[in-house]
């Protein structure tokens, strides 16, 4: 028993030295999380809501086509997206665009693209980005259009 | 064979330095917005540091009470729905920026989680739990629910595409 107890604490190693290597591992990334921080810093002073708002036509599938790629040129907490969102909404925006927005402003980011190469590899970051993109506009088209069956 | 420590290194340094020449040089030609954009991100990094935080103490956790082999079975390429329905909870309960998590999920994928949970964690991030009542409050609870419902299935299918085209 105590021999069991022995080869347990052996093979299980101290959890101060596995923070501490998570700690390292972390820190290793930090020059590649405070360039995407200053790049979103960037982004969000010079890329206003009114800039992203006006952007928009009156047609559905060009429409999803922007709110998906200025929710990914968009950067911060999913609410600025909503507020954003409920702007366009009452500047007539329709929802087609709206959803997109919301939906890209969280799963794709051209900012943190760079980051994701970094730390997935091309191939996974390719793959991923490019089904994020297709998904988002189907959400986009396939969300308004139930909405406005139901309402 | 024991598996050697790979040797400390910076990472994204050219990264980093394309940002901070652009900063110099937004700076240099005058332009008022550096300091607000500098502020902005000293803000962001003060934002995401707890979540930075937790993001270090789950890596350690998971790396104390989990052996590779344990990682490689509940999120590898034998593991089964289960693991799938957490990459799901996991991405609609996770707070903060995406690039947040990457060291995390770096490290579990060096461990052997699949590349199909990864891209569920992150499509299901859409859904955050603590702001459906303000998504309601903007777009009413019809839009809310069908957006959610949507996206949760999409997250699995994208996870299963990523998959079958990343083999």
Known sequence: ?151 | MKKEDKPFAFRGKYIFLTVFILYVILFLVGNEKVMQALQKSGGILMKILPILVVVILLTALFNYFLRPKQIAKHLGHESGYKAWMWSLTAGVVSHGPMYAWYPLLEDLRGHGMRDGLIAVFFASRTIKIPLLPIMIDYFGWVFTLILTLYVLISAIIQGLLLELFDT
């Open chain 1, 1 to 151: 028993m105590e021999q069991k107890q022995k080869k347990k604490s052996i093979q299980r190693p101290l959890f101060r030295k596995i923070l501490m290597k998570s700690g390292l591992a972390f820190l290793s990334m930090a020059p590649l999380l405070l360039g995407v921080i200053g790049l979103v810093g960037l982004f969000q002073v010079l890329v206003t809501p009114r800039m992203l708002a006006s952007l928009f036509r009156d047609n559905p599938l060009f429409d999803t086509l922007i709110g998906t790629l200025s929710g990914a040129a968009g950067t911060g907490n999913p609410m600025v997206s909503y507020v954003i969102g409920g702007e366009m909404l009452g500047q007539g925006v329709s929802l087609y665009a709206v959803s997109a927005l919301i939906l890209s402003w969280v799963t794709l980011g051209f900012i943190q693209l760079p980051a994701e190469v970094e730390v997935f590899g091309g191939r996974f970051t390719l793959y991923r980005n490019l089904l994020a993109f297709f998904f988002t506009m189907l959400i986009a088209v396939l969300t308004t259009l139930t909405v406005q069956a139901l309402l």
